[in-house]
Protein backbone atom coordinates (compact mmCIF):
# COMPACT_ATOMS: atom_id res chain seq x y z
CA UNK A 1 0.00 0.00 0.00
CA UNK A 2 1.31 3.40 -0.56
CA UNK A 3 3.07 4.51 2.57
CA UNK A 4 3.81 8.33 2.85
CA UNK A 5 6.43 9.07 5.83
CA UNK A 6 7.94 12.59 6.98
CA UNK A 7 10.68 13.28 8.95
CA UNK A 8 12.83 16.17 9.76
CA UNK A 9 10.96 18.49 11.69
CA UNK A 10 11.93 20.22 15.03
CA UNK A 11 11.93 23.74 16.60
CA UNK A 12 14.20 26.23 14.99
CA UNK A 13 14.76 30.13 15.42
CA UNK A 14 14.00 32.46 13.48
CA UNK A 15 16.46 32.79 10.59
CA UNK A 16 17.14 29.07 11.18
CA UNK A 17 16.72 26.09 8.98
CA UNK A 18 15.44 22.79 8.66
CA UNK A 19 15.20 20.20 6.03
CA UNK A 20 12.09 17.89 5.65
CA UNK A 21 12.09 14.29 4.29
CA UNK A 22 9.18 12.24 2.89
CA UNK A 23 10.20 8.67 2.22
CA UNK A 24 7.77 7.37 -0.46
CA UNK A 25 6.80 3.70 -0.69
CA UNK A 26 3.80 1.05 -2.39
CA UNK A 27 3.46 3.21 -5.75
CA UNK A 28 5.84 4.54 -8.68
CA UNK A 29 7.22 7.36 -7.24
CA UNK A 30 9.03 8.49 -10.54
CA UNK A 31 5.82 8.76 -12.44
CA UNK A 32 4.11 11.49 -9.64
CA UNK A 33 4.21 15.00 -8.97
CA UNK A 34 4.65 15.75 -5.64
CA UNK A 35 4.00 18.40 -3.26
CA UNK A 36 4.58 19.74 0.42
CA UNK A 37 0.96 21.57 2.45
CA UNK A 38 1.20 22.83 5.65
CA UNK A 39 -1.47 23.49 8.41
CA UNK A 40 -0.95 26.41 10.65
CA UNK A 41 -2.52 26.21 13.89
CA UNK A 42 -5.88 27.48 13.65
CA UNK A 43 -5.66 27.82 10.15
CA UNK A 44 -6.79 25.48 7.13
CA UNK A 45 -4.37 23.65 4.84
CA UNK A 46 -2.19 25.14 2.50
CA UNK A 47 -0.68 24.42 -0.84
CA UNK A 48 3.71 25.41 -0.04
CA UNK A 49 5.55 23.88 -3.04
CA UNK A 50 5.39 21.13 -5.14
CA UNK A 51 7.82 19.41 -8.01
CA UNK A 52 6.91 17.39 -11.15
CA UNK A 53 7.32 13.70 -11.39
CA UNK A 54 10.64 13.82 -12.98
CA UNK A 55 12.41 17.12 -11.00
CA UNK A 56 12.09 19.21 -13.92
CA UNK A 57 10.25 22.23 -12.79
CA UNK A 58 8.99 23.32 -9.56
CA UNK A 59 6.37 25.35 -7.78
CA UNK A 60 6.36 27.44 -4.54
CA UNK A 61 3.48 29.90 -2.73
CA UNK A 62 4.91 33.26 -2.83
CA UNK A 63 5.07 33.14 1.07
CA UNK A 64 7.67 30.54 1.08
CA UNK A 65 9.41 31.54 -2.72
CA UNK A 66 13.07 32.13 -2.34
CA UNK A 67 13.28 30.49 1.01
CA UNK A 68 11.98 27.09 0.60
CA UNK A 69 13.59 24.55 -2.21
CA UNK A 70 11.66 21.03 -3.21
CA UNK A 71 13.80 18.30 -4.66
CA UNK A 72 13.05 14.73 -5.06
CA UNK A 73 15.70 12.01 -5.37
CA UNK A 74 13.86 9.17 -7.79
CA UNK A 75 16.66 6.55 -6.96
CA UNK A 76 15.49 6.76 -3.30
CA UNK A 77 11.91 7.47 -3.49
CA UNK A 78 12.62 10.46 -1.44
CA UNK A 79 11.24 13.88 -1.68
CA UNK A 80 12.65 17.02 0.10
CA UNK A 81 11.99 20.55 1.69
CA UNK A 82 15.05 22.87 2.24
CA UNK A 83 13.39 25.38 4.39
CA UNK A 84 15.78 28.54 5.30
CA UNK A 85 15.44 32.22 6.39
CA UNK A 86 12.25 30.22 8.78
CA UNK A 87 9.84 32.42 10.51
CA UNK A 88 7.74 32.31 13.19
CA UNK A 89 4.43 31.98 10.77
CA UNK A 90 6.33 28.83 8.88
CA UNK A 91 5.13 27.22 12.03
CA UNK A 92 2.47 24.27 11.27
CA UNK A 93 2.38 20.39 10.66
CA UNK A 94 3.91 19.86 7.41
CA UNK A 95 2.96 17.04 4.52
CA UNK A 96 3.91 15.65 2.10
CA UNK A 97 1.47 14.32 -0.98
CA UNK A 98 1.01 12.21 -3.96
CA UNK A 99 -0.47 13.73 -7.10
CA UNK A 100 -2.63 12.29 -9.77
CA UNK A 101 -0.50 13.09 -12.19
CA UNK A 102 2.78 14.06 -13.64
CA UNK A 103 2.48 17.71 -13.17
CA UNK A 104 2.16 20.37 -10.20
CA UNK A 105 -1.02 21.23 -9.46
CA UNK A 106 -2.07 23.67 -6.29
CA UNK A 107 -5.01 22.17 -6.06
CA UNK A 108 -5.04 19.74 -2.82
CA UNK A 109 -8.37 17.76 -4.21
CA UNK A 110 -5.60 17.01 -6.52
CA UNK A 111 -3.58 14.88 -4.40
CA UNK A 112 -4.81 11.32 -2.86
CA UNK A 113 -2.32 10.16 -0.64
CA UNK A 114 -0.85 11.74 2.48
CA UNK A 115 1.78 11.47 5.12
CA UNK A 116 1.10 11.78 8.90
CA UNK A 117 2.97 15.05 9.04
CA UNK A 118 5.82 16.43 11.18
CA UNK A 119 5.65 19.21 13.03
CA UNK A 120 7.80 22.39 12.35
CA UNK A 121 7.92 25.07 15.22
CA UNK A 122 9.90 28.84 13.89
CA UNK A 123 10.33 30.08 17.96
CA UNK A 124 13.38 32.29 19.47
Known amino acids: QVQLVESGGGLAQPGGSLRLSCAAS????????MSWARQAPGKGLEWVSG????????LYADSVKGRFTISRDNAKNTLYLQMNSLKPEDTGLYYC?????????????????WGQGTQVTVSS
Open 51 to 58: IYSDGSDT
Open 26 to 33: GFTFSSYA
Open 97 to 113: AKARRRTVVRNLGEYDY
